[in-house]
């Protein structure tokens, strides 16, 4: 799930080596504000978030091993951002706070292999947890994984207080043109 290989390079890159994790975990605090982000990659948060502009984004995620090749993510995110409205193109104000667990695997895992029944069919129960996400290498950028949960909460369709949408056509059915489209069905039955 976590873009590891993110074609915008403006982007901050956090590399946590997952190979050698402490057991009880290594936790890694992000802040824009603590950070020395320049204009360009200001530009390209906004860009990737598709949103107007962010206030405030502070996270903290901690890494743990997971079973014997696998990684936990613990993570929780806080964001103020202001996204546009669709109805009436003002700015809408959004305070974020995701918290969630993801868990990863390398490829080779048996962790990532669906589950087959006698028949070779896949086994889908919906009770059980998801497969991990799969990750190559030694490292998983913490940053990729922080845009990945945050741009899963943005609501790109949040509307304005004052917003109130009409379909403004200019023309007023009159009582013959209001049809019911249920008329329409009976027409074609005949």
Not at 79 to 86: A, E, M, R
Request: aromatic share 6%; net charge negative.
């Amino acid at each position: 799930m976590a873009d590891q290989n993110s074609d915008d390079s403006s982007l901050p890159k956090i590399p946590i080596n997952v190979n050698r994790l402490p057991k009880l975990g290594n936790t890694v605090k992000l802040s824009i504000e603590d950070r020395e982000i320049g204009a360009k990659e200001s530009a390209a948060l906004v860009k990737r978030l598709g949103v107007e502009s962010v206030v405030s984004l502070e996270a903290s995620l901690t890494f743990k091993p997971w079973t014997r090749d696998g990684v936990q993510v613990d993570g929780e995110i806080n964001s103020v951002l202001y996204s546009q409205c669709p109805v009436t193109l003002n700015s809408v104000e959004q305070h974020l706070h995701p918290v969630f667990k993801a868990k990863f695997a390398p490829p080779q895992s048996r962790l990532v292999k669906p589950r087959l029944n006698d028949e070779g069919e896949m086994v889908i129960d919906f009770d059980s947890e998801d497969i991990p996400d799969i990750f190559d290498g030694e490292t998983l950028d913490a940053w990729a994984i922080v845009m990945e949960y945050l741009i899963l909460e943005i609501d790109y369709f949040a509307r304005a207080d004052n917003a109130i949408f009409k379909q403004n056509t200019g023309h007023e059915p009159t009582d013959d043109e209001k049809i019911s489209p249920f008329a329409e069905l009976r027409s074609l039955k005949k």
